[in-house]
């Protein structure tokens, strides 16, 4: 099974920069998506930043120019950077891994596997 565990989360002011890590194990496919989502309480939860083995970046509007997503060259451990964080960013985010490429157009119907999450605090 594939198993996802993110960390990195925390509390941090306006105008900060934090870094996640999700480490990922068990994965086999060839072809897979890598992604982070993010879900503040009642809100539905949205795709903020997707790679995929090709290299291949997909980076939600409402973060783009301050969030980036890479991983590292085995694609086990996968980034996201936060910089200039807001208030409006607070969420707990959510690795996310599917196999193929779809979970680049960030949805969560198109993701198979996700992590616990970590939470993320901006004030």
């Known amino acids: 099974d594939v198993q996802l565990v993110e960390s990195g989360g925390g509390s941090v002011q306006e105008g900060g920069s934090l870094r996640l890590s999700c480490a990922a194990s068990?994965?086999?496919?060839?072809?897979?998506?890598m992604a982070w989502f993010r879900q503040s309480p009642g809100q539905e939860r949205e795709g903020v930043a997707a790679i995929d083995t090709r290299g291949s970046v997909t980076i939600a509007d409402s973060v783009k120019g301050r969030f980036s997503i890479s991983k590292d060259n085995a694609g086990s451990t996968l980034y996201l950077q936060m910089n200039n964080l807001q208030a409006d960013d607070t969420a707990m985010y959510y690795c996310?891994?599917?196999?193929?490429?779809?979970?680049?157009?960030?949805?969560?119907?198109?993701?198979?596997?996700w992590g616990q999450g970590t939470q993320v605090t901006v004030s």
């Open positions: 068990g994965y086999t496919e060839d072809r897979y998506c």
């Open positions: 996310a891994a599917a196999a193929g490429w779809y979970c680049s157009r960030l949805r969560p119907i198109d993701i198979q596997y």
